[in-house]
């Protein structure tokens, strides 16, 4: 039993009710009552306070309050294209990995003699306009990517927004992009009623009646496109001189550039302007400039190939390191991290800070005591970035990284098999059989991006793990209510709100299992990739069987993001039996659906390819790209199925020739592959 329960009860009911408050404030009313670190640090009270007492979930949670509820102000709309969002870069190397990995798609030499267009990142509110005919006749905003509010009504509120464009002779469907946002200067006389500059053209643009509404100087910068019934530019520069032509206002900050040196510039140098913009940004957005290798390089799931956001510095802090612990992951890798004497950073208050590695540490000469500054990267994990060594003092004392992970076992670190140097990090190497690797895989399989099991969060997992309730994934799905409902703070309802989450989750993807088991290297774009090779958990399980695992492993490679890295992991994975015991019993407990891939209409629908060997004009990836774009299925290795075999010119697989040759499977060269496809 809890001490003093009735006092931690009023106190959770009391900090609930106000964090409600400044929520009605926020996104009904549009007006924050307080600013974001205040609000922030009630937030990660009551956070903790969940964490700290189970018992108090039973009565509200503050995952179920934070966050915008679903507007009931404006209807929904499907966007005709998704908008999707960017992936975000934090440093030089982070972009010269964009480089390296636009070249590496395209088949290029050198990433650095690509063309880009770099424009400020406004810290606004996305919003997309259809044209049709020339007439603005569809505004939404963002919303999830997907599906939009309708807005229309409050953005042709909007001075810098034309509503008729038929003069220019457009295609007949146009959309444009772009981001509504509120000058610093203009939002001094409104400050009285908004948080910031963005809240401010938040709130503004959710108002029900347009006419307040126009009150706001709302502005609108343009600097992309969605759906476009014919293209009428050929790069992002002429893009953007057609957006002036027809009237829309541009940042004045755009700029062409090539290659890492001139990016770093031009970062520098707009980030050193940042603090005398009229706006407020966060970064550059670099584009590649020339629309059609815009197309060829396309999109992944969640953001589009040949563009990203690279951030500006984020905020800083100085604290003190009061202690260095290390933490399991469920691959193993033993991370460092600073116990640090808790610091406000960016309206976070930060009380532990990741060391990476036994490297870092070494490199940074980083000791306990030691006056450190950190920042939070990407403004989300808190890092050390220095150390302060002329306040350094004599009890300071350094770090001894242990050779042992917590359960006591022999940590190493692995060689890579394509870098062939030795990883930076530490692993355990006794998986399932390591309390807190199995924890972590625990907690990582009841996660969203995997099984999704709301109300089996990290905390219910520690605590379950504890009292014995959970040892290995399938025991979620034999859970012992009747002692649940003896713990304190578990009652009929939140049982029952738990029994409904796990028998959820008992209807699962191929894709989304095979990511929940938690091979390393094997994330959720890979997962997809595996899943559409295997096609069903029956396949899929002759990875259990060492005969055959061989054979597939050999068919992987071929597939466009398996490399050597993810068969040596699987391999590795599946070659313990512990873990092929283990997934074999979470197997019994689901019902896996076979996965179905979506395929397009085009030249090549119904058709199934496999491509072996190095391609001149175009990477594997590129090329699989394009097969799938015109309705082809890629498979990763020879079946009855196939019908094309591409031999490529460089080292292509003798033996996947010869049976596709005693197979009768139609064996196209590389000319030959681009005259079927027409290019």
């Known amino acids: 039993m809890y001490k003093n329960k009735k006092v931690i009860e009023n106190l959770f009911k009391k900090k609930i009710k106000l964090i409600k408050e400044y929520n009605k404030h926020y996104f009904e009313m549009d007006n924050p009552k307080v600013d974001d670190a205040t609000y922030d640090k009630l937030k990660d009270e009551l956070l903790e306070l969940e964490k700290k007492y189970i018992f108090l979930k039973s009565i509200d949670s503050v995952s179920k309050i934070i966050g915008s509820p679903p507007s009931t102000k404006f209807k929904k709309i499907k966007h005709h294209k998704p908008m999707l969002s960017l992936s975000n870069s934090f440093n030089k190397d982070d972009m010269e990995d964009f480089l390296s990995k636009i070249s590496n798609f395209l088949n290029y030499r ?79 006389k409104l400050k009285d009623k908004f948080a910031n500059p963005r809240n401010a053209a938040a709130g ?82 670099f584009k590649v400039n020339d629309i059609s290798l815009q197309n060829r390089l396309g999109s992944t799931a969640n953001s589009p190939r040949w563009a990203t956001a690279y951030k500006f510095s984020s905020e800083k802090a100085t604290t003190k390191i009061n202690e260095i612990i290390i ?64 306040k350094r003092s004599k009890t300071s004392s350094k770090f001894i990284f242990p050779d042992r992970c917590l359960c006591g076992s022999k940590t190493v670190k692995e060689i890579s098999k394509s870098t062939k140097k030795v990883d930076a990090v530490r692993r355990c190497q006794k998986g399932y059989d390591c309390d807190f690797i199995a924890k972590e895989r625990l907690k990582h399989i009841v996660s969203k991006d995997a099984f999704n099991i709301e109300g089996l969060g990290k905390k219910v997992i520690e605590n379950f793990w504890a009292l ?41 993807s191929l894709n989304r299992f095979i990511y929940s088991i938690g091979i390393r290297h094997i994330g959720q774009e890979n997962a997809k990739t595996l899943a559409d090779f295997f096609k069903n958990i029956s396949e899929f399980k002759l990875l259990f069987n060492e005969e055959t695992r061989e054979i597939l492993l050999d068919n992987l490679i071929d597939l466009d993001g398996i490399g050597e890295t993810q068969i040596v ?32 209409a085009g030249t090549l629908s119904g058709k199934s390819i496999l491509i072996t060997g190095g391609l001149e004009k175009l990477s594997r990836a590129e090329a699989k790209n394009l097969a799938e774009e015109n309705g082809a299925k890629v498979l990763g290795g020879i079946s009855r199925k196939l019908n094309y075999l591409v031999i490529g010119n460089s080292k292509p697989t003798k033996s996947k020739i010869e049976k596709a040759k005693s197979l009768g499977i139609k064996i196209v060269t590389e000319t030959e592959w681009y005259k079927i496809l027409k290019i």
């Open 468 to 508: 014995k309730l959970i040892n290995k994934p399938s025991d979620i799905f034999r859970l012992n209510y009747k002692k649940i409902e003896k713990l304190e703070g578990w009652g009929d309802q939140s049982i029952g709100n738990l029994k409904n989450a796990i028998k959820k989750a008992k209807q699962i």
């Open 327 to 390: 933490q399991v992951g469920r691959t193993g890798a033993i991370t460092p991290v600073a116990k640090v004497e808790p610091v406000n950073v960016g309206g976070v208050v930060v009380s532990n800070a990741t060391l990476h590695n036994e490297e870092e540490i070494l490199r940074k000469d980083i000791r306990i005591d030691d006056t450190i500054t950190i920042q939070r990267a990407g403004d989300v994990i808190p890092q050390v970035l220095s150390v302060d060594k002329s």
């Open 204 to 285: 503004s643009l959710r108002q029900k009646k347009s006419k307040e509404t126009a009150k706001i100087p709302l502005k609108f910068l343009a600097h992309g496109f969605g759906a476009i019934s014919e293209k009428i530019f050929n790069s992002q520069s002429d893009f953007n001189l057609k957006l002036k032509r027809w009237g829309f206002v541009t940042n004045e900050n755009n700029q062409l550039l090539k290659g890492i040196l001139e990016i770093e510039r031009q970062h520098k140098l707009i980030e050193e302007q940042r603090s005398k913009l009229e706006y407020d940004i966060d970064g550059l957005v």
């Open 569 to 600: 992991s699987i391999d590795s994975f599946f070659s313990k039996k512990q873990n092929v015991r283990i997934v074999e019993s979470l197997i019994k407990e689901l019902s896996i659906a076979d996965y179905i891939k979506k395929t397009k």
């Open 110 to 188: 050198n990433g650095n003699g690509i063309e880009l267009y770099s424009e400020p990142k406004i810290d606004g509110i996305s919003a997309s306009l259809v044209y049709e005919n020339g007439l603005l006749t569809r505004g939404l905003s963002r919303g999830d990517g997907v599906t939009g509010e309708d807005i229309l009504e409050n953005l042709i509120t909007i001075k810098q927004i034309p509503r008729n464009l038929s003069k220019f002779n457009l295609p007949q469907t146009l959309e444009i992009r772009g981001e509504v946002y509120i000058n610093k200067s203009d939002f001094l």
